[in-house]
């Protein structure tokens, strides 16, 4: 169930309410009796899915999987994999 923050038009009391979605809003302030309103709170959130940090082996604009040093290695930067076989090309 969700909490919901309140707050009393006349003394300013603030206070919070767990309630059902389908239970109507408080009205009366519980300290003075004057009408209350509810406030708009931030809600927490969870973000779930793939790509958001480097350990979640997110996929590659062509289809393979990317190591943990080609994700950290700066764009434009050769991997090591890649100066290896470039290296290896011209010696004989």
């Not at 309410?17 to 109507?24: A, K, L, V």
């Not at 309103?37 to 082996?57: C, E, H, M, Q, V």
């Amino acid at each position: 169930m969700p909490i919901y923050e309140y707050e009393c038009q006349v003394c300013g009391h603030h206070f919070e309410r767990m309630q059902r979605f389908s239970d109507d809003p408080i009205q009366v302030c519980p300290d003075c009796a004057g009408p209350v309103r509810r406030l708009i709170s931030p809600a927490g959130i969870i973000f779930k899915g793939s790509g958001w940090y480097i350990t979640d082996n997110r996929q590659l604009s062509n289809g393979g999987k990317a190591t943990t040093k080609q994700l950290a290695a700066p764009k434009g930067a050769k991997t090591e994999s890649a100066s290896s076989a470039s290296d290896g090309a011209g010696e004989d």
